[in-house]
């Protein structure tokens, strides 16, 4: 009997690859015009936050390195030199004190800013009767600095005429170096006093030179009086008996024997004096430097 024959299994090569059962990544779907520019936008966006986050940065920095020097500069004026004629309580420089006593028939003290163009109007009024009753020793007479129209345009030009005034004071040249700080004062609200006027031009036209011109000089480069200076000016008219805080400080301002005096007053007081006797120290006369 003849055997069956076995069918051989079809080989796994013959088979077809079946189909990949993983599944495939979607396809992405192609932005619309509209949802390309919202993109756009969005892109545009975040740089400008950021550029926005660097510049507000960089302003941070700045902003933190100028408090920086104006710290530095603060504290280079607490490195100061206190003018040997400064009043008793410390706020004022007094005119002619050798001659000033404390039984002098009148006090006094007058509140000035350099630049300030009505200070100039009374110093031309009443400068040289003030500075010859101070010599005479009839009054006692002070003059207290204050910085009010410091600006920038002018390079705080009001301190630097006070730390000048004040260096002078150490040389012993107050009236006369004060004298030419009005006369030669420039316009109020323009550029101020030059650094040469008030550095060379002023001390020397008051009678300084050489050491003592060079002392001055340095004095006035470090400014080593500018402590007092923004002392004086910092106390204001706070330090007037009977202080009123609702006045507001005005130069000039003048105080008479204790108490706030109008030009008048002044010049009723002055006109009521005795006549300077023949050894008094004359009042120094300033020569215009324009």
């Known amino acids: ?164 005034a004040a260096c002078a004071d150490v040389q012993g040249v107050y009236a006369a170096y004060t004298n030419q700080l009005f006369t030669n004062q420039p316009t109020e609200g323009g550029s101020g006093f030059t650094d040469e006027q008030l550095s060379t031009t002023f001390p020397t036209a008051a009678g300084l030179s050489g050491t003592k011109l060079t002392d001055f000089q340095q004095c006035y480069n470090q400014q080593l009086t500018g402590g007092f200076v923004k002392k004086v000016s910092d106390a204001g008219i706070q330090a007037v008996p009977g202080y009123d805080p609702n006045k507001v400080l005005e130069t000039p301002t003048i105080v008479l024997d204790g108490s706030y005096a109008t030009p008048t007053q002044l010049a009723s007081v002055l006109t009521s004096l005795p006549a300077p006797t023949a050894n008094a120290t004359p009042a120094p006369t300033a020569t215009p430097t324009k």
């Not at 189909?19 to 979607?26: E, I, V």
């Not at 545009?44 to 960089?58: E, K």
């Not at 404390?102 to 109007?121: F, L, M, N, R």
């Not at 009374?122 to 020793?137: K, P, R, T, W």
């Open 1 to 164: 009997m003849a055997s069956k024959s076995s069918k051989s299994p079809k080989s796994p090569a013959a088979k077809k690859n079946p189909a990949p059962t993983g599944k495939q990544p979607p396809r992405q779907p192609r932005l619309t015009a509209l949802q390309q520019e919202q993109l756009r936008k969005a892109t545009m966006m975040r740089r400008s936050v950021i550029a926005g986050a660097i510049v507000l940065a960089v302003v941070v920095v700045a902003v933190f390195a100028g408090v920086f020097i104006s710290a530095n500069n603060q504290n280079q004026l607490k490195t100061t030199v206190t003018p040997p004629d400064v009043a008793a309580d410390g706020l004022g420089i007094m005119m002619n004190p050798s001659a000033a006593t404390a039984s002098a028939p009148h006090k006094v003290a007058i509140y000035v800013d350099y630049q300030c163009s009505a200070c100039q109007s009374l110093e031309n009024s009443y400068g040289s009767a003030l500075q010859s009753a101070a010599a005479n020793g009839a009054i006692s007479l002070e003059y207290r600095a204050i910085t009010m129209l410091d600006a920038s345009q002018n390079k705080n030009s009001s301190t630097r005429a006070a730390i000048g």
